[in-house]
């Protein structure tokens, strides 16, 4: 079967620096996407990656293992405003019907 | 200029009712997703329609039936509403089914 497995809550402090780690069992893998979600709101996109090594995008890297189905998102110099839930995703195939599975989500709180 | 619409974003209802929700996007994407999401927050995708063809349909009741009139339109009907169908309904586009995805507002239905 496929499965993500993400943490449910981290807590981390105002200023730090914090990792968010996402381990996937899939049937084929077409990449690897990361969403960030406040509370009631809509996903919005952080990141893709579909090769190993890190992706930068400011305060926010990427990192994949397709060897070892593991991806974890940096989130440097945390502000309040990135309390939020972060999403794992992974496309498992290849087909036009390939579909997008989504992890729980990390319930992410920035104590000042 | 909003890229991915829903309407209405909040719906209350009587269990048995009939209601759809109207999804729009400007994007010029070729595909679009409903997803629902529950209290646990877990995104789960019902369907997935590319060109205004259906290419992904979950394990979904029949009650509920998307209809695609062009690319950049997928609604959503649910007959005979039940308790369980309370949940956030976001709908999605992107250029391809292995692409990034960008979600809508949401839509709050509350069955009571």
């Not at chain 1, 960030?36 to 579909?50: C, D, I, K, R």
């Not at chain 1, 930068?56 to 998102?73: P, V």
């Not at chain 1, 945390?78 to 992974?90: I, R, T």
Request: proline residues 4%; glycine residues 8%; hydrophobic residues 30%.
């Amino acid at each position: 079967g496929q499965n993500i497995d993400q943490p449910t809550e981290m807590t981390a402090t105002e200023g730090a620096i914090v990792q968010i780690n996402c381990t996937y069992q899939t049937s084929g893998f077409n990449g690897l996407f990361w969403y960030q979600q406040h509370a009631g709101e809509a996903p919005t996109f952080l990141s893709y990656n579909v090769l190993d090594g890190l992706e930068e995008k400011g305060r926010f890297s990427s990192f994949l293992s397709r060897s070892k189905g593991y991806s974890y998102l940096l989130l440097k110099e945390l502000q309040m405003k990135d309390s939020a839930s972060y999403l794992c995703a992974v496309i498992p195939g290849y087909s036009s019907a390939s579909k997008i599975i989504f992890g729980s989500g990390t319930r992410l709180s920035i104590r000042p | 200029d909003t890229a991915v619409s829903q309407t209405p974003k909040y719906l209350v209802t009587q269990m048995g009712n009939d209601k759809s929700i109207k999804c729009e996007q400007n994007l010029g994407h070729d595909t679009m997703y409903w997803y629902k999401q529950d209290s646990k927050k877990f995104l789960k995708i019902m369907f997935s329609y590319n060109n205004k063809e259906l290419i992904i349909n979950e394990t979904v009741p029949n009650r509920f039936s998307p209809k695609s009139p062009d690319k950049a339109h997928l609604n959503l009907h649910i007959n005979s509403l039940e308790l369980g169908d309370s949940a956030v309904y976001f709908c999605a586009s992107s250029t391809r089914t292995v692409e990034t995805q960008y979600f809508g507002p949401g839509t709050r239905l509350l069955v009571l």
